[in-house]
């Protein structure tokens, strides 16, 4: 039986917490320790990440959960009190969705756009649902990158 390799141990680490995050929007970042992989991208799907999409009503994502695996959603609305707050419900073009689109375990999981292209634009980032209701809550990765554009310029700024 192999064990993977402990992560407390420095060598085995990927990256480190950086000092960029936002409990509001419910994201943090990290910075990937070296060597980097750059054709490593999101877990089993293939393509390579590339900026981001703004997010639209029918638009079609996907995701790779932790607990899920890979599920098919559409985007199908915005919070009219936080329009960075999406809602998303199942594609049903996709007979292998299981009817399970999230569930716990797959929060921090990247909505992408589901265009068929090689180069996956995220679109949100998976914060919260389900089975009951059955209906995923994600963070658009625009609002996301604004806020650490914000802060990275913040914390630049000569006093």
Known sequence: DVQPPPIFIRENRIGIAANLFNPNLDYA???????????????MIE????????PQINMPLLKSGAKTGITFGIIDGRSCLDCSELSIHIDARYPNNTGIISDYGDSGSVWVLNNGSSILKPVALHYAGGETP????AISFSSIIASIRNKINNQNKIV
């Open 47 to 54: 393509g390579l990440l590339d900026s981001y999409a703004f």
């Open 29 to 43: 970042t990290f910075i990937i320790q070296s060597p980097l992989d750059q054709i490593q991208s999101i877990n």
């Open 134 to 137: 059955q209906w995923p809550k």
